[in-house]
Protein backbone atom coordinates (compact mmCIF):
# COMPACT_ATOMS: atom_id res chain seq x y z
CA UNK A 1 0.00 0.00 0.00
CA UNK A 2 1.40 3.43 -0.94
CA UNK A 3 1.14 5.93 1.33
CA UNK A 4 -0.51 9.37 0.02
CA UNK A 5 1.56 12.37 0.27
CA UNK A 6 -1.66 14.38 2.39
CA UNK A 7 -0.55 11.06 4.97
CA UNK A 8 2.75 11.67 4.89
CA UNK A 9 2.78 15.20 5.66
CA UNK A 10 0.23 14.68 8.67
CA UNK A 11 2.97 11.70 10.10
CA UNK A 12 5.57 14.35 9.99
CA UNK A 13 3.52 17.73 11.31
CA UNK A 14 1.20 15.90 13.79
CA UNK A 15 4.50 13.80 15.30
CA UNK A 16 3.23 10.48 14.16
CA UNK A 17 -0.85 11.10 14.74
CA UNK A 18 -2.83 9.96 11.39
CA UNK A 19 -5.20 13.05 11.51
CA UNK A 20 -6.32 16.02 13.22
CA UNK A 21 -9.71 15.18 15.42
CA UNK A 22 -12.51 17.19 14.27
CA UNK A 23 -15.12 14.29 15.13
CA UNK A 24 -15.19 14.08 18.99
CA UNK A 25 -16.66 10.72 19.49
CA UNK A 26 -15.49 9.24 16.55
CA UNK A 27 -11.87 6.41 16.48
CA UNK A 28 -10.12 5.41 13.32
CA UNK A 29 -10.44 1.50 12.49
CA UNK A 30 -9.38 -0.93 9.79
CA UNK A 31 -12.83 -0.68 7.72
CA UNK A 32 -14.30 -3.46 5.77
CA UNK A 33 -15.10 -1.12 3.24
CA UNK A 34 -11.94 0.54 2.52
CA UNK A 35 -8.80 0.68 4.11
CA UNK A 36 -9.56 2.83 7.19
CA UNK A 37 -12.51 4.34 8.67
CA UNK A 38 -13.79 6.56 10.73
CA UNK A 39 -16.19 4.64 13.93
CA UNK A 40 -18.53 5.62 16.05
CA UNK A 41 -17.56 5.71 19.55
CA UNK A 42 -20.68 7.17 21.28
CA UNK A 43 -24.43 6.71 19.85
CA UNK A 44 -25.89 10.32 17.43
CA UNK A 45 -29.19 11.24 16.86
CA UNK A 46 -30.72 11.79 13.59
CA UNK A 47 -29.92 15.73 12.37
CA UNK A 48 -27.35 15.61 15.49
CA UNK A 49 -24.22 17.96 14.21
CA UNK A 50 -21.13 15.50 13.85
CA UNK A 51 -18.49 18.39 13.44
CA UNK A 52 -18.30 21.80 11.39
CA UNK A 53 -15.89 20.96 8.34
CA UNK A 54 -13.37 23.78 7.70
CA UNK A 55 -10.22 24.65 5.35
CA UNK A 56 -9.62 27.11 2.43
CA UNK A 57 -11.78 27.51 -0.09
CA UNK A 58 -9.99 26.72 -3.42
CA UNK A 59 -11.31 26.90 -7.03
CA UNK A 60 -10.31 23.54 -8.97
CA UNK A 61 -10.08 24.91 -12.14
CA UNK A 62 -7.12 26.75 -11.20
CA UNK A 63 -5.72 24.29 -8.91
CA UNK A 64 -6.85 21.05 -10.09
CA UNK A 65 -4.33 18.87 -8.20
CA UNK A 66 -5.43 19.47 -4.67
CA UNK A 67 -8.34 16.94 -5.96
CA UNK A 68 -5.91 14.04 -5.94
CA UNK A 69 -3.16 15.52 -3.40
CA UNK A 70 -5.30 16.54 -0.26
CA UNK A 71 -8.61 16.05 1.98
CA UNK A 72 -11.40 18.65 0.59
CA UNK A 73 -15.35 18.60 0.36
CA UNK A 74 -17.06 20.36 -2.58
CA UNK A 75 -18.91 23.31 -2.28
CA UNK A 76 -20.28 23.80 -5.91
CA UNK A 77 -18.36 21.70 -8.71
CA UNK A 78 -16.17 24.61 -9.12
CA UNK A 79 -15.24 24.99 -5.35
CA UNK A 80 -13.74 23.03 -3.21
CA UNK A 81 -13.02 23.32 1.01
CA UNK A 82 -9.45 22.13 0.93
CA UNK A 83 -7.55 21.26 4.60
CA UNK A 84 -3.65 20.82 4.41
CA UNK A 85 -3.98 18.27 7.10
CA UNK A 86 -5.65 14.59 7.16
CA UNK A 87 -8.95 15.02 9.44
CA UNK A 88 -11.39 12.77 11.41
CA UNK A 89 -13.84 13.58 7.94
CA UNK A 90 -10.92 12.15 5.37
CA UNK A 91 -11.77 8.98 6.94
CA UNK A 92 -15.42 8.61 6.39
CA UNK A 93 -16.12 5.91 3.57
CA UNK A 94 -18.34 5.98 1.00
CA UNK A 95 -21.75 3.85 1.46
CA UNK A 96 -24.35 3.90 -1.04
CA UNK A 97 -26.87 3.55 2.62
CA UNK A 98 -25.21 6.76 4.83
CA UNK A 99 -24.97 7.95 8.52
CA UNK A 100 -23.89 11.01 7.24
CA UNK A 101 -24.28 13.51 5.08
CA UNK A 102 -23.53 17.65 4.43
CA UNK A 103 -25.68 20.51 4.77
CA UNK A 104 -26.53 22.64 2.13
CA UNK A 105 -23.71 24.75 3.35
CA UNK A 106 -21.04 22.33 2.55
CA UNK A 107 -19.36 22.91 6.21
CA UNK A 108 -22.29 21.05 8.67
CA UNK A 109 -21.67 17.25 8.66
CA UNK A 110 -24.25 15.69 10.39
CA UNK A 111 -26.40 12.18 11.11
CA UNK A 112 -28.83 11.36 8.48
CA UNK A 113 -29.91 8.57 10.64
CA UNK A 114 -29.28 7.44 14.38
CA UNK A 115 -25.10 5.97 14.83
CA UNK A 116 -24.85 3.39 17.20
CA UNK A 117 -21.36 2.81 18.87
CA UNK A 118 -19.78 0.59 16.37
CA UNK A 119 -20.88 1.75 13.28
CA UNK A 120 -18.77 2.86 10.33
CA UNK A 121 -19.61 6.41 9.53
CA UNK A 122 -20.14 6.17 5.71
CA UNK A 123 -21.33 9.19 3.55
CA UNK A 124 -22.53 9.01 -0.14
CA UNK A 125 -19.56 11.18 -2.23
CA UNK A 126 -22.13 11.62 -5.10
CA UNK A 127 -24.74 13.59 -3.46
CA UNK A 128 -21.90 16.38 -2.93
CA UNK A 129 -21.63 18.65 -6.26
CA UNK A 130 -18.29 16.91 -6.88
CA UNK A 131 -15.98 18.74 -9.79
CA UNK A 132 -16.74 16.53 -12.97
CA UNK A 133 -12.58 15.59 -13.05
CA UNK A 134 -13.38 13.53 -9.92
CA UNK A 135 -16.10 11.37 -11.39
CA UNK A 136 -13.93 10.48 -14.10
CA UNK A 137 -11.11 9.30 -12.64
CA UNK A 138 -10.00 6.09 -10.62
CA UNK A 139 -11.65 7.25 -7.64
CA UNK A 140 -15.09 7.30 -8.92
CA UNK A 141 -14.94 3.78 -10.36
CA UNK A 142 -13.75 2.10 -6.71
CA UNK A 143 -16.64 4.49 -5.97
CA UNK A 144 -19.30 2.65 -8.15
CA UNK A 145 -18.31 -0.23 -7.39
CA UNK A 146 -18.77 0.12 -3.41
CA UNK A 147 -22.48 1.67 -4.30
Known amino acids: MSVR ?4 FAD ?3 EGAPYIETIAGAELGPSA ?28 ARHPAVIDALE ?16 SYGFIN ?3 RPNT ?3 A ?7 CRPIAPGDELTMDYFEQ ?12 AVLKKNS
Request: with cysteine; aromatic share 6%; net charge positive.
Open 105 to 111: DGRTLRA
Open 33 to 60: IQGRGMFARRAWAAGEVLCILDGQVVDV
Open 129 to 140: PVPPAYLAGPEA
Open 94 to 96: HGS
Open 12 to 14: RML
Open 72 to 87: WNALSPQLLLVRALRT
Open 5 to 8: NIDA
Open 101 to 103: RID
